[in-house]
């Protein structure tokens, strides 16, 4: 069965610190790859995506995501964050050309002013 | 902003009651979905419609019933509810085209249950 593990439930940290979030999936497939992001009462939103080409892709707000295919791996950095960024940020898989999107546990991020 | 709308925002209803979740979206996407998410936790699917005919049923309870009238909408109806399926009820859509790409999923911003 397919999964998606983030392996970071919670992170501190302080603004201007550097931050990565791990996330691995299983699925040998052609799949695309999604961070998306939920602040505090908000909905989900598309942090960025990765379907094809660069393995670096760039999304807002100064957030990427490299996309190792011999790892499985596709984790979020930002070199600096800011208080803003305190949220929960999901990582999510979708076969190609299906339509069942898998999410990951999710980590919760706080950032200390 | 969303592109994807959802109504109402806020519902509390009783055990015995009927209401229903609407959904709306304009993008002339082809995939629609219905998620639940709790507190803190990632979203779970309940279900795929694709092309207007449903695709996925995650295994929700009968209680759960889902209705895809066109293209744009999506709706849920809610009978006879417990008090454990108070959560945040997520409408997403995405192209859905299953020969190319099914593209990212778009979230509506939830309508927020709560069954007493």
């Known amino acids: 069965a397919q999964s998606v593990s983030q392996h970071n439930h919670h992170v501190i940290l302080s603004e201007a610190a550097s931050l990565e979030l791990g996330c691995n999936y299983s699925?040998?497939?052609?799949?695309?790859l999604f961070w998306y992001v939920q602040y505090p009462g908000q909905h989900l939103q598309l942090l960025l995506k990765y379907f094809s080409g660069d393995p670096l892709v760039k999304g807002i707000k100064g957030f990427e995501a490299e996309f190792i295919k011999s790892k499985f791996s596709f984790n979020l950095r930002k070199p600096s964050v800011q208080w803003s960024d305190t949220a929960e940020y999901f990582c999510?898989?979708?076969?190609?050309?299906?339509?069942?999107?898998?999410f990951g546990t999710g980590t919760s991020l706080t950032v200390i002013p | 902003d969303t592109e994807v709308t959802q109504t109402p925002k806020h519902l509390v209803m009783g055990m015995t009651n009927k209401k229903s979740l609407k959904c709306e979206q304009h993008m002339g996407h082809r995939a629609m979905y219905w998620y639940k998410q709790k507190a803190k936790k990632p979203p779970e699917l309940m279900f795929v419609y694709s092309y207007e005919k449903l695709s996925i049923n995650e295994s929700v309870p009968s209680r759960f019933s889902p209705e895809c009238p066109n293209s744009s909408l999506l709706n849920l109806h809610l009978h006879a509810l417990q008090p454990e399926d108070s959560a945040l009820y997520l409408c997403a859509s995405s192209q859905g085209i299953l020969t190319k790409n099914t593209g990212e999923l778009f979230f509506g911003e939830g309508s927020r249950l709560t069954v007493l």
């Open positions: 699925y040998g497939g052609t799949v695309n």
């Open positions: 999510a898989v979708n076969v190609r050309t299906g339509n069942q999107f898998y």
